[in-house]
C-alpha cells in the first residue's frame, strides 16, 4: 500500500469523523473503490448511513471540477488562492458547478453577480454562459476585482465578456436595465439580500433566475438558538422567496446553500 495521507471531514453535531482514503493520485478527490468511512460514537447502519451520505456529499462538492491543468482549472485555482489570501469566502466547488449549470440552461447572455470577490464564482457563470454573453459584476473592493481581471484573462475570457463595476449593489442594481437579464447571483452582503431579491424582481426577464448563497448560514438559519440580524435576515429570504407567487424556487444543498428562484 502507497502511503498516503487521509483527509479528515469533521461532523461537528454527530461527534462523528468521515476518513476519506485518498484515490491513487494525489489531489483527485474521487472516491475510489477504497474510500472507507469511518463513523466514531455511531452503530451499525446508522454508522454507515450517516458516513455514506457525508462521503456522497463530499464526492457531489468535487464532482464537477474542471481538469486542473486547463486554463478553467488554473485560473480557478489562482483566484482561490487569492480569495484564501485576502480572507474572501469564495463559493464552494459544488456551488460553482450549480451556478455554471444554471447559466447554462438559461442560455444566460447577460449575468448579473453581486460580489465579484476575486472571480471564483465569476468564472463558473462565465463558463457556462453563451460564448457571446456578458457578465455584470459588481464589488465594493476594486483590489478585489483586481484580482478577478486577472482571473478571468487567465481562464481565457475576453475583456469584453465582464463588465466589472466597483460600488455597492443598491447603487448599482437600480441603474441597470429592467428585464435585461437571464441571471442574477448575489453573493454579497447577506443583510441586503431582501433589497437584492426585490431588485431582481426587475431586472430580470420572465424565466430568469436570482440565486443567493450561503443561506445557510453555517447552520444557523435552521437552528433554533437565537440568532444574529443577519441569520434573521436570510430566514425573512427564504419565506419571501417561498411565498412569492411571481417565483418557483429551489433551495440546492450545494455548499452553504444556494437559494434559486425562477421568476414566473
Ligand atoms: C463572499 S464574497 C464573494 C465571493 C465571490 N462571489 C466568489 O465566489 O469568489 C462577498 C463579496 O461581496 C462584497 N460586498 C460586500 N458588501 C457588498 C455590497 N453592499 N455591494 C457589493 N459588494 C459587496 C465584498 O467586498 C466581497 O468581495
Do not use: K
Not at 454507515?48 to 462521503?55: C, D, F, K, P, Y
Amino acid at each position: 500500500m502507497p502511503s498516503t495521507r487521509r483527509r479528515v471531514v469533521p461532523t461537528p453535531r454527530l461527534g462523528s469523523t468521515v476518513v476519506l482514503r485518498p484515490t491513487s493520485e494525489p489531489g483527485v478527490r474521487f472516491p475510489s473503490e477504497v474510500d472507507t468511512v469511518e463513523a466514531r460514537d455511531r452503530r451499525g447502519q446508522e454508522r454507515a448511513i450517516t458516513g455514506n451520505r457525508l462521503t456522497s456529499w463530499a464526492f457531489a462538492e468535487a464532482y464537477g471540477a474542471p481538469d486542473a491543468e486547463s486554463a478553467e482549472g488554473t485560473a480557478l485555482r489562482w483566484a482561490r488562492e487569492r480569495a484564501r489570501e485576502a480572507g474572501v469566502r469564495a463559493v464552494s466547488p459544488g456551488t460553482g458547478d450549480a451556478l455554471r449549470l444554471l447559466a447554462a440552461v438559461s442560455g444566460a447572455r447577460a449575468v448579473v453577480e453581486i460580489g465579484t470577490g476575486t472571480g471564483v464564482s465569476s468564472i463558473h457563470l462565465l463558463t457556462g454562459m453563451r460564448p457571446e454573453a456578458v457578465l455584470t459584476t459588481v464589488d465594493t473592493e476594486p483590489e478585489r476585482q483586481q484580482f478577478a481581471r486577472q482571473a478571468f484573462r487567465l481562464a481565457g475570457f475576453a475583456a469584453n465578456r465582464t463588465r466589472i463595476i466597483p460600488g455597492h449593489a443598491l447603487d448599482v442594481l437600480p441603474r441597470l436595465t429592467d428585464g435585461g437579464y437571464d441571471l442574477v447571483f448575489c453573493d454579497g452582503d447577506r443583510l441586503e439580500y431582501l433589497e437584492c431579491l426585490a431588485e431582481s424582481l426587475r431586472l430580470l426577464r420572465p424565466g430568469g433566475m436570482v440565486c443567493f448563497a450561503g443561506v445557510f448560514a453555517g447552520g444557523r438559519t435552521v437552528d433554533s438558538a437565537a440568532a444574529p440580524t443577519e441569520v434573521r435576515r436570510l430566514r425573512e429570504l427564504l419565506r419571501a422567496v417561498r411565498e412569492s407567487p411571481q417565483l418557483t424556487p429551489a433551495l440546492l444543498p450545494v455548499g452553504d446553500g444556494l437559494l434559486c428562484a425562477a421568476r414566473v
